[in-house]
């Protein structure tokens, strides 16, 4: 054996170990020690860190080796390169200025978060080359997720069971996350409620959804008919709604649009076939099209009927949501207005803002991490009349976010960077479509999963605007990953 076979051999073993770290520690999101490594005040998962070293000791001697990467990265790269040129033409013109922040080190700052991101992409679709590796990496993530899930269980009992948390559980939530436990609503090991809950529909609820559907369980014993990932995604769904997370609880509904139109159409045929069977003859082409739109209909109803009662009860649990069936036209502005009495008011007015960036510079973008710049000027005046946007504004140091990463492509790297962002998830979305024809392989439950991640991220993408956040690249990663691929073992 040469020596570079040997070299080989052992940063192979050292990547399995780093990898395991990797996706165990996924659940934690900001820990203070790293958030102080990485000078950041939020986006410091120890994930981040696991990931450097990976890319170090096996992506980059993987890559000198001829292994391959995913064709999909290729339209992932373009956006990349069109990022930078976005942001490095920005500096062309006239920024405005804001509170003595350089845009130049800001700018420097947003684009290692994207190249983090990508950095999750390819080496988690690199790694991941057979099914073993896949079944292990289902393993890890739920037991990191049973450690997650136990942690909210342990805050739901605390503040619903007893009305306050014990001095214990701030001192153990202070070690692994930058902020303290919220009240009424559960953060597990995140920063805050949201994130839980983007974690959940980014990973966790997906690949155990995908797992349930497709009938794979890392355990061959069985509860009944109940699998280990059966009672995960259960717990799972439990803590999601525990969140309060109106955008999280949309991403997970979003999820079952694709199983709903599957469903849809298998309960249609379904009737037309009992009509048949009532009648004793076959439904002509013609009435059987016209039967269809009315059956379709009245299940349409029924859905719409099933949401109606979903959201008043939601109205009944959540007080933000008290005011959801009352719109009154008569105000200024109703629609803000409206936004602002569900406590969403000053997310849309950031949304609106990046909107109103990209308008002026619609074709490039601003550049990353410039769009803050722009927002005193962007901002709506009903925007102005909200407390808090005032306060983030006129009395702290910070930059503002436009709160939404489909606003901020727009506005960072205007219509031809979003475009090629989305030709990247439709490249995927693809391929995932095909791979989930799979029957009982990891491949076809990552790739099912892979889809539920793009139908939650039209919803997240609303939420969360950090190209820094793990969640979605593993996701990703995970669903794109060529397994059995011999070649791109690089051996």
Avoid at 394 to 400: M, P, Q, V
Wanted: contains cysteine; hydrophobic residues 55%; proline residues 3%.
């Amino acid at each position: 054996m040469n020596e570079k076979n040997s070299f080989w051999l052992v940063s192979q073993k050292i990547a399995d170990v780093l990898w395991i770290i990797m996706i165990a520690v996924l659940p934690i999101t900001s820990m203070p020690l790293i958030a102080r490594l990485l000078g950041s005040d939020t986006v410091a998962a120890p994930a981040i860190v696991v990931v450097f070293f990976l890319m170090i000791i096996w992506f980059v001697p993987y890559i000198f080796r001829r292994g391959r990467m995913v064709k999909e990265s290729i339209p992932l790269f373009v956006f990349v390169i069109i990022a930078l040129a976005a942001t490095v033409l920005s500096n062309f013109r006239i920024i405005p200025a804001y509170k003595g922040i350089t845009y130049l080190s800001n700018s420097i700052e947003a684009f290692v978060t994207l190249l983090i991101g990508v950095v999750f992409f390819l080496v988690t679709s690199s790694y991941l080359k057979n099914e073993e590796k896949a079944l292990l990496t289902l393993k890890v993530i739920n037991w990191s997720g049973v450690v997650m899930l136990i942690w909210a269980g342990f805050q739901v009992v605390a503040w619903h069971g007893f009305g306050h948390y014990p001095g214990w559980m701030f001192d153990l939530q202070g070690l692994i996350s930058s902020r303290v436990l919220y009240r009424q609503r559960v953060n597990g090991l995140a920063l805050e409620p949201s994130w839980f809950a983007h974690q959940l529909n980014m990973i966790y609820l997906p690949i155990w959804l995908a797992a349930t559907i497709k009938g794979v369980s890392v355990f061959k014993k069985r509860v009944w008919f109940l699998t280990f990932e059966n009672f995960l995604l259960l717990a799972g769904i439990g803590a999601l709604l525990l969140t309060l997370s109106r955008v999280g609880v949309l991403g997970f509904l979003l999820m079952f649009t694709f199983l709903l139109i599957k469903l849809h159409s298998f309960l249609v045929g379904k009737v037309l076939t009992l009509l048949e069977k009532r009648k004793n003859k076959e439904i002509l082409s013609k009435q059987k099209h016209r039967w269809t739109v009315m059956i379709s209909v009245l299940f349409i109803i029924f859905y719409l009927m099933i949401i109606a009662i979903g959201l008043f009860v939601f109205s009944r649990v959540d007080p933000r949501m008290e005011t959801l069936f009352d719109f009154s036209v008569g105000k200024d502005n109703p629609l803000l207005s409206y936004f602002n009495e569900l406590s969403f008011g000053e997310r849309v007015v950031y949304w609106l803002a990046g909107w109103n960036v990209f308008a002026e510079h619609p074709i490039l973008g601003v550049g990353l991490g410039n769009a803050g710049f722009y927002f005193p000027k962007a901002i709506t005046p009903y925007g102005w009349n909200l407390i808090e946007v005032r306060r983030l504004v006129y009395r702290t140091s910070i930059l503002l976010n436009v709160k939404s990463l489909w606003a901020r492509l727009l506005a960072e790297t205007g219509l031809v960077g979003f475009s090629v962002f989305c030709s990247w998830l439709f490249s995927l979305a693809k391929k995932f479509v095909k791979k989930s024809e799979a029957k009982k392989t990891m491949g076809g439950v990552f790739a099912l999963a892979g889809i539920f991640v793009l139908y939650a991220l039209l919803a997240e993408g609303f939420s969360i605007d950090s190209f820094a956040m793990p969640y979605m690249w593993i996701a990703l990663g995970l669903a794109a990953a060529d397994l059995n691929s011999l070649h791109a073992q690089g051996s």
